[in-house]
């Protein structure tokens, strides 16, 4: 069945009919994948679950006064001090302000600070259904109006607006972002494949794959409410070129194979997708299932982006499963030039570095194994130094942007809270206990009066701090702590702030709850795949030596060398299921080789050949899609920027390391144990390999 289901995307005819369906489904893919864009939530209130204290503080203010809008803090300052004129101009801006699209009620000001030095005018933005690009617009537009003869007027616009429209700008790098990640795939693979035409193939059937992943993923957007943003957007870019084109890494260097023992190359690529696409087909669904487990958070963001990225995984393997191979053999074995792989030159191979280092590591297997695992417990220790618990407004981008240096203008002439307040709505005969019980907590400074209407107050509260602070967030948390013990109030704090408070919780429950669910998977998927307890239990030790080791080395490059204030909340999760899903990937490369060489050789032999067979084409899977999650450094923000490092660096060191030097010493370690309790642990292994003599590939093996 598994023969006749390869052979279809090869054959003859086959590979045609493949090639014309992929090219039916370009068509209204190209037109679909285009308004992703336009089903999009980035406003990050729409990403926090419905039972979030800021969510219910947003419902039930709405009631009484509308705050679907964000304050734009407009700031001017003149070194030396603002003049009447100044102050004339500031207030010209804020009447024109009035006229541009999406600005609601009277701006606030203008107000010139005590030293005299600034004016500040708040403004607030109605936020449309198009979220932080609307913003965008508006930003753009009363930036123009400031600007205009403004004379040497330094104009700067701060507040969650300004924040907005400045992450909306970062965000839309995401074209140039595709293609950095294509020219740093064509990169890799010239080397690779060291040929000018062939990689030409694979970059089709990504750019296939993504287009019809987007088209797809905007249609679940659509019409089953899956919530998707710019950050699912960018990570499933470098996910379906990485991943997509490691599974055509693998399929070409089998056919490759194949072409020198088969005459006819549509009998090659048959056997070579046959004998390679089990494994293929298993890494696929090993990182589409740990990514689906995303569903179980209830942080709207991450549970949006675990099924996009699924798809985009899954559309990228059946790409590459079908158009690619049918790519390769309509072209012939010209598409190999320079050097066209000839039927009958399979020769024996020529000793490599796999053979190397695996002869290396069979001289001394457990003393390999126990001192690479040392190494990495101890890099793992730069874990304790992470600080993950969220970054503020001006700590998320790695530059300066215009947000930054204008909260930074704000930050030394006004108070550090004013025009983002915190929301509090209570029962309307309980708001001045509410009021005066405010007013008393540590890092709150002017308490309006309460706005009342159909039994609910709502009242509006200053931080002392900067409000996307951690001094602000640990503000908030006291504050619903004195609101939350008042009888009979069923008082709820809100805002910016406490948005970002409720994102952070969230993000912690999700890697609670979701990081041993994967893993507990993850285990049972290799557990069916090897058909053995002992293997599974020990590829996954690896990987989490991996991912600590990963996460403690990256702790330390973003705090001694970038210079960063620490991480996202949702950094450490998605790390973990990008390096714990993508990382057993090669373990499953490597060991279904093993697996399938243990039969004629023995484990221990098995171990040597497996490494030197696969050793090469895994390498480069892995420099490919370290290369493509390293593209997301393109982006001028911190989260891109981190979690790219942490993946890049994780699939290097579990790809070089882990899988090379310290799954084969556990295997030539554990030999016929590995397989326990299945048929292959009761074969005795025989033919073990000696230690110095050179392993050559067996002309019959795996992936």
Known sequence: MLRKLAALPSGRVGKWVVIALWAVVLVPALMLAGKLGDAEENDNAAWLPGNAESTAVAERAQKVMPIDSVPAIVVYDRAGGVTPADLAKARADAKAFRGVENVVGTPQGPVASQDGEAIRTVVQVHKDKSGWEGLGKTVDAMTDIGEKGADGLGFHIAGPAGHGADSIKAFGGGGALTTITALVVVAILLV?????????????????????????????????????????????????????????????????????????????????????????????????????????????????????????????????????????????????????????????????????????????????????????????????????????????FTGKPQVVVAEEVRAAHFPAGAGDPVYVVAAAGAADRVRTTLAGVPGIGAVADPVVRDGEAVLLAQLTDEPSGEAARRTVERARTAVHRIEGADARVGGSTAIMVDTENAAARDSTVIIPIVLLVVLLILAVLLRAVVAPLLLMATVLLSFGAALGVSGLVFEHVLGLAGADASYPLLAFVFLVALGIDYNIFLVTRIREDTLPHGTRRAALTGLSSTGGVITSAGVVLAGTFAAMASLPLVFAVELGFTVAFGVLLDTIVVRSVLVTALVLDAGRWMWWPGALFRRRDDVPSPAGEAVRTPARSGT
């Open 192 to 396: 690779t494949y060291r040929s000018p035409l062939l990689p030409l193939l694979p970059l089709i059937t990504v750019g296939v794959a993504l287009t019809a992943a987007k088209a797809l993923i905007y249609l679940l957007a659509r019409d089953t409410g899956l919530v998707v943003n710019k950050q699912t957007g960018f990570i499933l870019v470098v996910l379906v070129f990485g991943a997509a084109t490691d599974y055509a890494l693998l399929l070409t260097s089998r056919y490759r194979e194949e072409l020198a023992r088969h005459r006819d190359r549509h009998k090659a690529m048959a056997e070579a997708l046959y004998r390679s696409g089990p494994a293929i087909v298993a890494s696929a669904a090993t990182v589409a299932i740990s990514l689906l487990l995303l569903t179980l958070a209830v942080l709207n963001s991450t549970k949006g982006m675990g099924p996009a990225c699924a798809v985009g995984v899954l559309v990228g393997l059946l790409a590459m499963v079908t158009l690619m191979p049918a790519l390769l053999v309509a072209c012939g074995r010209w598409i190999f030039w320079p050097v066209k792989p000839a039927y009958g030159a399979e020769g024996e191979k020529k000793e490599s570095v796999w053979n190397r280092v695996g002869n290396a590591v069979s001289g001394r297997p457990r003393l390999v194994w126990a001192g690479t695992a040392a190494v990495l417990v101890a890099m793992a220790l730069g874990t304790l130094g992470l600080d993950a618990s969220g970054l503020s407004n001006k700590d998320q």
